[in-house]
């Protein structure tokens, strides 16, 4: 089956750069979230999509803005990159409009590394 | 979201059962508990979930207790595979637009022995 695609899967930055990465979920999913796992950290959610609006903010800096497309892909723009931006970017998605049971599951991609120099 | 408390480590032997405890005493009537895991250098990954009654599935069981406040994962026979940390999360199951992102606490870091 189809999981979800996240790239670039690494990506090494200057500071006061910036990056973008992309999502792409699991066809037919209507739904993206973003988290942000840290060194030694646990996820923490950053910002979600439902049906290309805005669905939930999280911890984002606000140097960060995403947006999701009318093909239900995801970028995550990351500006004026900082050495604490260094971590492990996850997307998720999920179906919310399959019903209760879909939308109780979220679906992990492998994870964009991004190391900030 | 309300809050869970799962012990920082634990360890097994391989082929052996396993339970991670998870107490959630301020759980709310319309919180589902869910359980996921991430092996290490991968993304978290669903396990399972359940509202009141226990639930099985392939990978696992959940045990609810009967006032909801604690709940226990049990992997029937763990593996070297399910060295992962594992995660106690608590959902509201209100229907809403879009849905509701996951709060992952501190988790549970599970050691498999050979």
Request: proline letters at 6%; hydrophobic letters at 30%; charged letters at 20%.
């Amino acid at each position: 089956a189809a999981g979800v695609i996240q790239s670039p899967r690494h990506l090494i930055k200057e500071k006061r750069e910036t990056a973008t990465l992309k999502c792409y979920p699991i066809p037919r999913h209507d739904t993206v979230y973003w988290y942000q796992q840290g060194p030694g950290q646990d996820p923490q959610f950053l910002i979600s999509f439902y049906e290309k609006m805005q669905s939930d903010k999280g911890s984002i800096p606000d140097r960060f803005s995403a947006q999701q497309f009318s093909d239900y892909h995801s970028e995550l723009n990351m500006s004026s990159l900082e050495l604490g931006d260094s971590a492990l970017y996850f997307c998720a998605s999920s179906l919310i409009k399959g019903g209760r049971e879909s939308r109780e599951t979220q679906y992990f991609g492998p994870g964009t590394r991004l190391l900030v120099l | 979201d309300a809050k869970t408390t799962q012990p920082n480590s634990m360890e097994s032997n391989e082929e052996e059962p396993v339970h991670l405890p998870c107490n959630h005493s301020t759980i709310s009537g319309t919180d589902y508990i869910h359980w996921y895991r991430q092996l290490p250098s991968q993304g978290p990954e669903y396990v399972i979930h359940g509202l009141t009654s226990n639930v099985n599935n392939r990978m696992a069981s959940l045990a609810i207790a009967e006032d909801r406040k604690s709940s226990t994962l049990i992997l029937h026979r763990a593996t070297l595979r399910d060295a992962a940390v594992y995660y106690c999360i608590l959902r509201d199951v209100l229907p809403r637009s879009g849905n509701t992102p996951l709060v992952f606490g501190k988790g549970t870091r599970l050691s498999v022995i050979a």
